[in-house]
């Protein structure tokens, strides 16, 4: 217990760092005073990583005094659901926000730029085209299209006039209509959406411009008409930890599989020791790094995990045989490991996308593949450590002799599988684990999986370094 204890306080002391701020300090430059520029590139709306990202690096300029924010757009679009949450929490910034169309905001771009205060586009770049479309390229259920439509189009409309753009322009991006529309000096045909280019979105009517405030052809130029000093300009990277999240979801897979040969590992030795302590650091990292890089992973699915585990243990160990608890641990085990894996935006375009099945099996393939990985691994891993390792020297001299004494497992002169053949009484319940009675000697034994009660006679049909496997005398 102590060990736990330890190895608990010492990964806390990690993860806060001197600063008692969670993961410790990052070494990241403040964002106090300064002009916080984010990069939107072409694919970059469509991973749920960068939305991850975004979200902190607003938190942080509006929590470390930053001077402004400047969104530069280069996207042909991405995914609607987190760009509409990122537009809710642009409009509630008090910090000024500007885009730079640099050269292309289209869809959900255009949405993300009337979510700042001010546009301004480099010579020749366009914005609009902000229909909402099928992920899969497919046409959308007409009910589906019109509920979306609904929703997005009020959402769209609020962020556009709390900004000061013009609603009926993002509107036209948006809606396809069956008559001729005039926005500013641009004539949009019937069944077509507005695309403005740099200077239609420019021109000048009675009450401002259409839409963007100027045309300017580089950054530097946007912070001269601002009065800005390009000195104060930062760009917002992805943190190191942030980087480790990503890469922690790549290797799922190899977690999973870690985190079941430390469960299995743990289930044949007595006691709580290092099998645990790997597979619970495992699975903890698993959910924690998908839920960084933006998959499913959270809580729920976590809680879940740990039931699916608690259930399984009562089957293992309290119930004989395999039935209805063991079955239902394994399916909510499954589940949550896969479903943690998932990217949360095709999970929704799975939801909202009206195809089903195309978009379903592009959101479980991957984390299916994990979890088949994992599986196999682990038990591959599995057979080289009860192959291998009581047979190495290093092991043999440092580990075994301190953790299995007389009456664990171990022969008398040392040497494993002694007593194979030997029998005698169930001390206790095996179910799997549990202790027997052999020879005047009280063993920590497991079973291949069958229950065994208390008094049955019992004899030894393997021994190990991980431990005496005991099968039940027919009577």
């Known amino acids: 217990m102590k060990t736990v204890i330890f190895y608990l306080l010492a990964s806390l002391g990690v993860l806060f760092g001197q600063?008692?701020?969670?993961?410790?300090?990052?070494?990241?430059?403040?964002?106090?005073?300064?002009?916080?520029?984010?990069e939107v590139g072409e694919k970059d709306l469509s991973i749920g990583q960068s939305f991850k990202f975004w979200e902190r690096t607003l938190e942080r300029a509006k929590d470390e005094g930053a001077k402004a924010i400047i969104f530069d757009l280069d996207t042909p679009g991405g995914l609607a659901f987190p760009t509409k949450e990122l537009m809710s929490q642009l409009a509630d910034l008090e910090i000024p926000t500007i885009a730079f169309v640099n050269s292309e905001a289209s869809s959900a771009g255009s949405f993300i730029a009337i979510s700042t205060d001010r546009i301004y586009m480099t010579p020749g770049s366009n914005i609009g085209s902000s229909a909402i479309v099928n992920g899969s390229g497919q046409e959308i259920d007409p009910v589906m299209r019109a509920k979306l439509e609904s929703f997005f189009g009020s959402h769209v409309r609020y962020i556009a006039d709390k900004k000061g753009h013009r609603p009926e322009v993002i509107e036209a991006m948006m809606f396809l209509s069956d008559e001729e529309r005039t926005v500013g000096d641009v004539?949009?045909?019937?069944g077509k959406l507005l695309n403005l280019n740099s200077t239609e979105a420019t021109q000048l009517l009675d009450d401002g411009p259409l839409l963007a405030k100027a045309e300017l052809a580089t950054l530097e130029d946007v912070l001269k008409a601002e009065g800005w000093s390009p000195e104060d300009v930062v760009t917002a990277t992805p943190s190191g930890f942030e980087r480790l999240a990503w890469w922690i979801a790549s290797v799922s897979g190899l977690l999973i599989m870690v985190g079941l040969a430390g469960g299995y590992f743990e289930l044949k030795t007595p006691g709580f020791g290092f099998g645990g302590i790997v597979s619970i650091t495992a699975f903890a990292v698993f959910f924690f790094g998908n839920y960084l890089a933006g998959n499913m992973a959270g809580y729920e699915l976590a809680a879940i995990f740990a039931l699916g585990l608690i259930l399984i243990a009562v089957e293992i160990f309290v119930i004989p045989g395999f039935g209805l608890p063991g079955i239902t641990g394994l399916l909510l085990v499954v589940g949550s490991l896969i479903f943690a894996m998932?990217?949360?935006l095709e999970w929704q375009k799975y939801q909202w996308g009206g195809t089903g099945g195309s978009e379903l099996l592009k959101a479980m393939s991957g984390p299916a593949s994990h979890l088949t990985l994992g599986i196999f691994g682990s038990l591959a891993l599995l057979f080289v450590i009860m192959k291998y390792l009581p047979k190495l020297k290093f092991v043999e001299n440092t580990m075994l002799p301190g953790s299995l004494r007389r009456g664990t497992g171990l022969g008398e002169d040392g040497h494993f599988g002694d007593r194979v053949g030997m029998t005698g009484t169930a001390s206790t319940n095996l179910g799997p684990s549990g202790k027997v009675e052999i020879d005047g000697q009280v063993l920590e034994v497991m079973t291949e999986g069958d229950f065994i009660a208390k008094g049955d006679q019992v004899r030894i049909i393997s021994e190990d370094g991980m431990g005496v496997v005991v099968k039940k005398v027919p009577s």
């Open 19 to 38: 600063d008692n701020k969670l993961f410790g300090k990052s070494g990241e430059e403040s964002y106090e005073g300064k002009i916080v520029r984010i």
């Open 342 to 344: 998932v990217d949360g």
């Open 187 to 190: 004539v949009v045909g019937p």
